[in-house]
């Protein structure tokens, strides 16, 4: 093993990502076991209908953190001011503002939303739900500060701390209240954790108010482009549970959202990896500088997208059985919501590391023409198939997995992004 050790150990590059890239695989894969295993859990503490409402809830919160991002993470990753207090400062100042934004935003969208789906309680849940927003707002930018300089041993503890208090949390709440209220109370504390646990274990700059003009003209004009590309990535991710919910049933909703989750590890780890690891990367090493930079790149990509595609098409072969074995029977048709979802998911992974790239050169510009073109076409491709998925729906129910394995096979061949790209 010593020379596991000669490339894991010192500050060099290569040690540097190769303990991010094993640090941020192991923590993610406890973090799924832990996922799966109190999702299994709350699924037999509380019924479909509660994972269909807070599914309502996630979608809502997220479209308001995605409507509003401005890049702040990449900003602080790719800029040559990156370590500067005082650009550091003016980031965590806007980071602030727009959580208290994001609160008020949810507070005042609440009825009109209850409304629209028909659901009075949600009118209640999105302004305590959304307090995690504010929460999140204050988290010191000691995180951005160890994603750029790949420093992420204690991030991945802290992370994988929170999430078991945040788990914990909500197995108790759930067996206590039996209503999707758990969720949103564990939800709150697992943020709240976070916030203390950066705090206090991450090295760094303790942050304060700050608004220098040059800092802020830099994240503005950098994040003017990752602002209208999350608006179009959260039409590219959620735009299928906004539709869905308002058209099926609470407890439809929570079935497809436990296929969906399961059908998602891939893609999530995938994107995790080439946020946190490609970046600091391609800064450090740009591809243009050497033949040898680009090579060692081009291979790093290559490996992502081959494991990425072999668990996909796993779960799209094993996809029923394994819903079969872990739920019981009124969650059995999320196997063949997993199995359509896994499917439909592969050309995805063909252009899964560009828009990273293109991150790490400073250029938001063209990472938001790539998700603006996936949302365009994704959302024609939904239009046009939308009479297949009411049939193929039918057919999950009456239990024809092999039908709705063909229909899944059809979905993603209209599937656009990535066609004609190779990674």
């Given at each position: 093993?010593?020379?596991?050790?000669?490339?894991?150990?010192?500050?060099?590059?290569?040690?540097?990502?190769?303990?991010?890239?094993?640090?941020?695989?192991?923590?993610?894969?406890?973090?799924?076991?832990?996922?799966?295993?109190?999702?299994?859990?709350?699924?037999?503490?509380?019924?479909?209908?509660?994972?269909?409402?807070?599914?309502?809830?996630?979608?809502?919160?997220?479209?308001?953190?995605?409507?509003?991002?401005?890049?702040?993470?990449?900003?602080?990753?790719?800029?040559?001011?990156?370590?500067?207090?005082?650009?550091?400062?003016?980031?965590?100042?806007?980071?602030?503002?727009?959580?208290?934004?994001?609160?008020?935003?949810?507070?005042?969208?609440?009825?009109?939303?209850?409304g629209f789906y028909g659901e009075p309680q949600l009118a209640q849940l999105l302004p305590i739900a959304a307090l995690s927003l504010l929460i999140n707002g204050f988290n010191p930018t000691r995180l951005e500060t160890?994603?750029?300089?790949?420093?992420?041993?204690?991030?991945?503890?802290?992370?994988?701390?929170?999430?078991?208090?945040?788990?914990?949390?909500?197995?108790?709440?759930a067996w206590i209240l039996q209503s999707v209220w758990a969720l949103v109370i564990s939800g709150l504390i697992g943020a709240m954790a976070q916030l203390i646990c950066y705090n206090i274990y991450l090295p760094g700059?303790?942050?304060?108010?700050?608004?220098?003009?040059?800092?802020?003209?830099?994240?503005?004009?950098?994040?003017?482009?990752?602002?209208?590309?999350?608006?179009?990535?959260?039409?590219?991710?959620?735009?299928?549970?906004?539709?869905?919910?308002?058209?099926?049933?609470?407890?439809?909703?929570?079935?497809?959202?436990?296929?969906?989750?399961?059908?998602?590890?891939?893609?999530?780890?995938?994107?995790?990896?080439?946020?946190?690891?490609?970046?600091?990367?391609?800064?450090?090493?740009?591809?243009?500088?050497?033949?040898?930079?680009?090579?060692?790149?081009?291979?790093?990509?290559?490996?992502?997208?081959?494991?990425?595609?072999?668990?996909?098409?796993?779960?799209?072969?094993?996809?029923?059985?394994?819903?079969?074995?872990?739920?019981?029977?009124?969650?059995?048709?999320?196997?063949?919501?997993?199995?359509?979802?896994?499917?439909?998911?592969?050309?995805?992974?063909?252009?899964?590391?560009?828009?990273?790239?293109?991150?790490?050169?400073?250029?938001?510009?063209?990472?938001?023409?790539?998700?603006?073109?996936?949302?365009?076409?994704?959302?024609?491709?939904?239009?046009?198939?939308?009479?297949?998925?009411?049939?193929?729906?039918?057919?999950?129910?009456?239990?024809?997995?092999?039908?709705?394995?063909?229909?899944?096979?059809?979905?993603?061949?209209?599937?656009?992004?990535?066609?004609?790209?190779?990674?």
């Open positions: 093993m010593s020379w596991l050790a000669k490339f894991t150990q010192g500050e060099g590059l290569k040690a540097r990502v190769l303990r991010g890239s094993a640090l941020t695989i192991s923590g993610y894969a406890f973090s799924q076991v832990v996922r799966l295993a109190s999702n299994l859990i709350l699924t037999r503490l509380l019924f479909p209908e509660a994972f269909g409402m807070m599914a309502l809830v996630m979608v809502f919160m997220q479209g308001l953190a995605m409507f509003s991002d401005v890049g702040i993470g990449p900003s602080i990753m790719q800029s040559k001011r990156g370590d500067d207090p005082d650009f550091l400062n003016t980031a965590w100042s806007i980071q602030v503002f727009r959580g208290v934004v994001l609160w008020l935003a949810a507070t005042a969208l609440a009825l009109p939303v209850a160890a994603h750029r300089h790949l420093a992420l041993g204690r991030v991945t503890v802290i992370d994988m701390a929170t999430q078991l208090i945040g788990v914990i949390s909500a197995i108790i709440f700059i303790r942050n304060r108010f700050r608004w220098e003009k040059a800092a802020s003209h830099e994240l503005i004009h950098f994040g003017k482009w990752i602002f209208l590309s999350t608006v179009c990535g959260f039409l590219f991710t959620q735009s299928d549970k906004i539709i869905l919910g308002k058209y099926l049933s609470l407890e439809t909703l929570g079935i497809y959202n436990i296929g969906f989750f399961l059908a998602s590890f891939p893609l999530l780890l995938a994107g995790m990896v080439s946020q946190r690891i490609l970046i600091p990367l391609y800064r450090e090493r740009p591809p243009c500088a050497s033949i040898e930079n680009f090579r060692k790149l081009r291979m790093m990509r290559f490996s992502l997208t081959a494991g990425v595609l072999s668990v996909l098409l796993g779960l799209a072969y094993l996809g029923v059985a394994i819903v079969d074995l872990l739920y019981d029977q009124r969650y059995i048709a999320s196997g063949a919501i997993l199995v359509v979802v896994a499917c439909v998911q592969i050309p995805q992974v063909i252009v899964l590391t560009y828009d990273q790239v293109a991150l790490a050169a400073g250029d938001s510009r063209r990472f938001f023409v790539l998700a603006a073109a996936r949302a365009a076409f994704l959302r024609i491709s939904a239009l046009s198939g939308c009479r297949i998925c009411r049939a193929a729906w039918r057919i999950v129910q009456s239990g024809n997995c092999h039908g709705i394995y063909l229909s899944g096979g059809g979905l993603a061949g209209t599937w656009p992004e990535g066609m004609g790209s190779r990674p």
